[in-house]
């Protein structure tokens, strides 16, 4: 039980740095929470939620060992997600400063589930978490699970946050053309998480 209670404050920081930074989850709630309002972004964080707990299960049951053994592998899912991402930031682009402002359509529960299976960010946050915070037996799934719920309670309040932020620019910007400028500058920024993703 020592064991465990020691990952509670280094897991903690972990996650704060890891879902507070941008990523693809982080862009898109801001963006709902600017163009919609944080109750229509509610079912999309609840998917990430959960997307987050089933990348969990997957890499714990073995996945992430695989994809260390095979490092091409992630090299792929890289290449997918970065694809993803570079598609978000397009969406963003064709927004005609003529048109309301809508985002990305159809930021459901199940778009927020699937997307983290496509998310470089998510799979290498879940992938860093599972081999930094997990304990060999028999505390194997206890630091497992502790890892999930401990990184998953974090992440809420991180997404909560993002979602928060895009409500507030929303009222601070008083023309479509402000909130133009503002989804281009979250596509530059997604553009550049890409970037990172291959910087070593």
């Known amino acids: 039980m020592t064991e465990l209670i020691n990952l509670w404050v280094p897991l903690l920081l972990f996650g704060l740095l890891a ?10 709630l801001t963006l709902q929470g ?3 309002g944080f109750k229509s972004a509610v079912p999309f964080i609840m998917g990430i939620r ?20 095979e490092p091409n592998a992630l090299v792929v899912m890289k290449f997918i997600g970065a694809a993803y991402m570079c598609w978000l930031a397009y969406t963003l682009i064709q927004n005609k400063q003529k048109q309301a402002i809508t985002g990305p359509v159809n930021l459901s529960f199940w778009r927020g589930l699937v997307a983290q ?28 699970v502790q890892a999930c719920v401990i990184f998953s309670l974090v992440g809420l309040c991180a997404n909560i946050v993002w979602t928060l932020v895009g409500v507030w620019i929303n009222r601070k910007l008083a023309t ?5 400028r503002f989804n281009h500058l979250l596509a530059c ?9 291959f910087y070593d």
Do not use: D, H, R
Not at 50 to 64: D, K, Q
Not at 176 to 180: D, G, L, P, T, Y
């Open 34 to 36: 600017a163009n919609m």
């Open 19 to 28: 879902t507070l930074s941008p990523g693809p989850n982080n862009l898109l």
């Open 50 to 69: 959960v997307g987050i707990i089933a990348l969990f299960v997957v890499m714990a049951s073995g996945i992430a060992g695989l994809l260390v053994l």
């Open 117 to 144: 299976f496509v998310n470089p960010k998510s799979l290498l946050m879940v992938m860093t978490c599972i081999s930094a915070f997990s304990l060999p037996t028999p505390l194997y799934w206890a630091s497992v």
């Open 176 to 180: 479509e053309i402000a909130k133009q």
């Open 189 to 197: 920024l997604t553009i550049l998480t890409v970037l990172m993703l």
